[in-house]
């Protein structure tokens, strides 16, 4: 009894197929969609907490400080709010944006020219450094 090819495709369905990825092996595709969408979000809310507890931690000592009005801190601040305040708040805020955009767009590869190439993990810290070093040249000029 020999069966046609087309005959042959139709005994196995293409939902229970196995997926050989290397990441996941034995996992079919509902699967590994499921557990990249999890990835994806449980990274978007560390994200949010961190940024909300490093915003905390910036703000809450800062404030207390206001509120004595304590002289050494108050000329300290006045005298380098940007360098206090600004590069550690935009060093959170480029994280930040790197964080989300992997967590939304899964790999961040970058390309220049066609000269450079940045994948893995460099694509993340490239842009990082990028982003912070954009953000750090408009404070100056914007202080």
Do not use: Y
Not at 21 to 27: E, F, I, T, V
Not at 80 to 107: M, N, Q, T, Y
């Amino acid at each position: 009894m020999s069966q046609t090819p087309s005959a042959r495709r139709e005994e196995v369905p293409q939902h229970n197929q196995v997926s050989t990825s290397p990441d996941a092996p034995g996992m079919n595709s509902a699967a590994l969609d499921k557990h990249a969408a999890r990835r994806r979000n449980m990274i978007f809310a560390l994200c949010v907490t961190f940024a909300t507890i490093g915003a905390g931690a910036v703000l809450v000592p800062i404030l207390k400080a206001l509120w004595n009005q304590d002289p050494w801190i108050m000329e300290l601040l006045e005298g380098h709010f940007a360098a206090l305040v600004g590069l550690p708040s935009i060093a959170l805020l480029a994280f930040i944006l790197v964080v989300l955009l992997e967590a939304r767009f899964d790999k961040i590869e970058m390309e220049f020219f066609g000269v450079v190439r940045f994948k893995g993990a460099s694509g993340p810290i490239i842009l990082w450094g990028f982003l912070f070093l954009l953000m750090a040249t408009t404070l100056r000029f914007l202080w």
